[in-house]
């Protein structure tokens, strides 16, 4: 950035100049005091030119041997760049042009002209006009001279000291204008430049967690492929075993068995809630819908996990508002929803709690659960849905894990010693399964007050 801000320097006069200020201020020193005024840059180009034809100009431009002069002198003029101070350069009419340098920061600019203007001690027609063309009329010259402005010469040196001045504030107003300006253009290119550089940081990030993702995924994958089979021999073993086809068991034999079985599907369920996962966040995990009435898959899970929660002790309840009209839906993925979430409601609730499974026909519209799309609800027609809902009166969530408790893995507890076992995979795979039906789940609770999740699933896009 140091860099840039050393282009700050002043290297051309059109640079920093504003061109209408001084415009304004060669008008004004010329309506003040009838002196043409031009301004030009180091190179020549004309940045000001405020002037009107003097009445001596017209009449020797009308002599070809004038207008040759007249243009061989403003030539030599414009071609003057003085470097000490002002120069005086004297015309063949017997007026004069005044050339002042511009500096600033030490550095020679431009210069601007001044004239041309008659001396005031000159009286006569100089003979370098009147030779100029027989056909000069001494007293038509002397006529056209006497309406150019006469200056004496500490006038003119005042008067363009004056305007040197003006000058100096006009730059010194461009300089900063243009110092700001490159300060501001030096920051934005550093600033590109960093948000350049963080882009191309961020980039190579992502593709470092796409390509780990990709191998996490085909991990996973092999790793619970490989597991299942010798796991599946595993549980089939115990169970023979269990059975008594090995041999007769004693007790203890029997409970031994048993716990290896119980582990075994343990572990198994944990492999598939993986490789489910995985296919989901491959998108390789297709649904296959049919219409299937809500209200039966509630009472098929109240039967399904009876047993469990009166081995805990917890009470279970069911309430169905309608939704028994057939609805296409996936009934093996809605089923996995809701036994993950009632599975969950009865391990968190205590002995002599309750849970509570309900459904219930409605309506939803696309985008009303996102931040800001309340125009686009408002023109949204609604779709016909179903809403089921799992309560429990166990510990609670507290606000904060709202959001949290959906990522995969993640626990409320996640210290060693937490009460309730898990992977944290179980409510990922019910959001992702929910996601690929097009609806929502969100979890209403605090803690101490138990929780109650909802599954609000639309009607497909093609039968709305």
Excluded at 19 to 48: I, Q
Excluded at 333 to 343: G, M, S, Y
Excluded at 427 to 450: F, M, N, T, Y
Aim: net charge negative; charged share 25%.
């Amino acid at each position: 950035m140091d860099t840039e801000l050393s282009l700050a320097d002043v290297a051309r006069l059109e640079d920093v100049v504003d061109r209408a200020a001084l415009a304004e201020v060669c008008r004004s020193f010329f309506e003040l005091f009838s002196l043409p005024v031009r301004v030009f840059s180091r190179d020549g180009t004309l940045l000001s030119d405020v002037h009107e034809e003097q009445a001596i100009c017209r009449y020797v431009n009308g002599f070809a041997p004038g207008r040759a002069a007249c243009s061989a002198l403003v030539g030599e003029v414009r071609a003057l760049d003085p470097e000490g101070g002002p120069v005086e350069h004297p015309c063949f009419t017997g007026a004069c042009y005044r050339v002042v340098p511009i500096h600033y920061q030490g550095r020679r600019l431009g210069r601007f002209v001044v004239g041309p203007y008659m001396p005031a001690e000159r009286r006569e027609v100089p003979r370098s006009l009147l030779v100029l063309d027989d056909r000069i009329d001494p007293r038509a010259a002397r006529d056209a001279l006497g309406e150019m402005p006469r200056v004496r010469q500490e006038t003119i040196e005042r008067i363009t000291e004056h305007l040197r001045r003006v000058l100096d504030l006009i730059l010194f107003s461009g300089h900063r204008a243009y110092l700001t300006s490159q300060m501001h253009v030096a920051s934005v290119r550093e600033s590109y430049r960093e948000l350049t550089e963080k882009t191309q940081r961020l980039q190579e990030a992502y593709d470092r967690l796409k390509e780990l993702d990709r191998l996490k995924s085909n991990f996973l994958a092999t790793v619970s492929h490989e597991l299942r089979t010798p796991l599946t021999s595993i549980i089939g073993y115990s169970d023979m075993l269990a059975s008594g086809i090995a041999g007769e068991l004693n007790g203890e034999q029997q409970e031994f068995v048993e716990t290896i079985r119980s582990k075994g599907d343990h572990l198994l369920a944990l492999i598939t809630s993986l490789l489910d996962l995985n296919k989901l966040e491959q998108g390789n995990l297709p649904l296959r819908r049919e219409p299937v009435a809500p209200s039966a898959l509630i009472d098929d899970l109240a039967k399904t996990v009876l047993p469990q929660a009166q081995k805990k002790g917890v009470k279970v309840e069911v309430d169905v508002q309608g939704a028994r009209d057939p609805m296409p839906l996936d009934p093996v993925r809605i089923k996995q929803v809701l036994f993950n979430l009632a599975e969950n409601a009865i391990k968190f609730t205590p002995k002599g709690g309750s849970v509570r499974f309900g459904v219930r026909a409605t309506e939803m519209v696309d985008g009303a659960d996102d931040e800001g799309a309340l125009g686009l609800v408002l023109m949204a027609a609604p779709r016909r849905a179903v809403e089921f809902w799992i309560s429990d009166s166990g510990i609670g969530i507290p606000s904060s894990e709202h959001q949290k408790i959906f990522d995969a893995f993640y626990q409320v507890d996640g210290s060693s010693t937490r009460e309730h076992g898990g992977t944290g995979l179980g409510l990922s795979i019910v959001k992702r399964l929910v996601d690929a039906h097009g609806g929502r789940v969100w979890v209403e609770s605090k803690p101490g007050e138990g929780a109650t999740f909802r599954v609000a699933i639309p009607e497909p896009d093609e039968l709305a």
